[in-house]
């Protein structure tokens, strides 16, 4: 597959149209997130986020310090807002030390950022995100201190320019930086931020071709939606192929691990893939119609007609394959 990444100046112009009209040369609206309906497949979403954890080493420490991460025991049960996925049991040897700062980059509803506090629950955690709605049902379902002594908290940032504000031992980020154009720009900063040993970790989607998104970028680009939609179909496809994001973390002295993985997900319900998709890729889309709701029905009812034929329900439920690029860069300082 070719590279999907875009540079951050292609952001605000039109994608790809027949439309001869002048780009948009303002900075288009942040898209309104919506935590309930991003929450609908949250067992699919969490997936991903587990065995991604599952590779992060541990850190160097001194010989003997931190026998045993006693989190990763379940240490962390009865946490505030702890949900039902439990992380890998990963202990650490002698001569290694869990994190104690970690980041949380587009944290989200917060529940894949609680799972970090459970595998690590004497860690200060803080998920960073730009949406406000995400931010609230964070704040409300997950911060607060843990049993082990730590504490998650959430915090309104740009991840466009974020840089970290103190060292952090982890920097993850779970299904985000699709969103952030020329994120790649920003690992060297990143990294810079992280103590000796430290990770940044992150998981992107990387299922921009395939028919659920492929069909929205056409949609939005279509005579009919073109004039409202057509720079919002595509807005979250910033990522570099898995190649690509091995070459440059290495190229930033890290130890580097990438991966991509293809789950093969059976949804269930009417309209499963519509739904999928409601909580993430058309946000846009549905934030640029939010004031007019016959634009709305009929734009999804058409998008509808389109993932029926592409996604037929069988007889166990709707399969929706999806792809992810993982991506987990250690300094290599010790
Ligand atoms: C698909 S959700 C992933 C949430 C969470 N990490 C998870 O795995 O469940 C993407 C998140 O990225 C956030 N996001 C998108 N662009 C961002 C930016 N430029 N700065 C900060 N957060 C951003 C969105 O607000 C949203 O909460």
Not at 58 to 70: I, N, V
Not at 87 to 96: A, E, F, K, N
Not at 289 to 307: H, S
């Amino acid at each position: 597959m070719h590279s999907d990444f875009v540079p951050e100046s292609v952001e605000t112009a039109p994608r790809e149209s027949t439309d001869t009209s002048e780009p948009t040369s303002t900075p288009l609206p942040a898209p309104r997130w919506d935590p309930q309906q991003y929450l609908h497949h949250s067992g699919h979403r969490t997936r991903p986020f587990l065995d991604l954890l599952a590779r992060i080493p541990a850190l160097p420490g001194p010989s003997g310090a931190a026998a045993a991460d006693t989190a990763a025991a379940g240490g962390a049960r009865g946490t505030r807002g702890v949900g039902a996925p439990r992380t890998p049991v990963v202990l650490h040897g002698p001569g290694t030390r869990p994190p104690a700062r970690i980041a949380d980059l587009g944290c989200g509803p917060g529940n894949v950022t609680t799972l970090l506090a459970e595998r690590w629950p004497d860690a200060r955690v803080t998920g960073f995100d730009l949406s406000p709605e995400m931010l609230a049902q964070a704040d409300k379902d997950h911060a607060g201190t843990t049993p082990g002594g730590g504490w998650l908290d959430f915090r309104p940032a740009d991840l466009a320019h974020w840089t970290p504000d103190e060292p952090y031992d982890l920097i993850v980020s779970n299904a985000a930086l699709q969103w952030v154009p020329n994120h790649p720009e920003s690992f060297a900063c990143w990294i810079d931020g992280l103590t000796p040993g430290g990770t940044l970790a992150f998981q992107v989607p990387g299922n921009f071709t395939s028919p659920s998104h492929a069909l929205l970028g056409e949609l939005c680009e279509s005579p009919r939606w073109r004039a409202r939609l057509r720079d919002h179909g595509r807005r979250y496809v910033h990522i570099l192929e898995p190649a690509d994001y091995l070459l440059r973390l290495t190229d930033l002295g890290c130890e580097t691990d990438v991966w991509e993985t293809t789950y093969s997900q059976l949804l269930h319900g009417e309209d499963p893939v519509l739904d999928w998709v409601k909580g993430t890729a058309l946000r846009p889309a549905l934030t640029a119609l939010a004031d007019d709701e016959e634009a709305t029905e009929a734009f999804l009812a058409e998008y509808r007609d389109l993932l029926r034929r592409a996604y037929p329900p069988g007889p166990h439920g709707t399969v929706f394959p999806f792809r992810r690029i993982f991506a987990v860069a250690r300094r290599k300082d010790r």
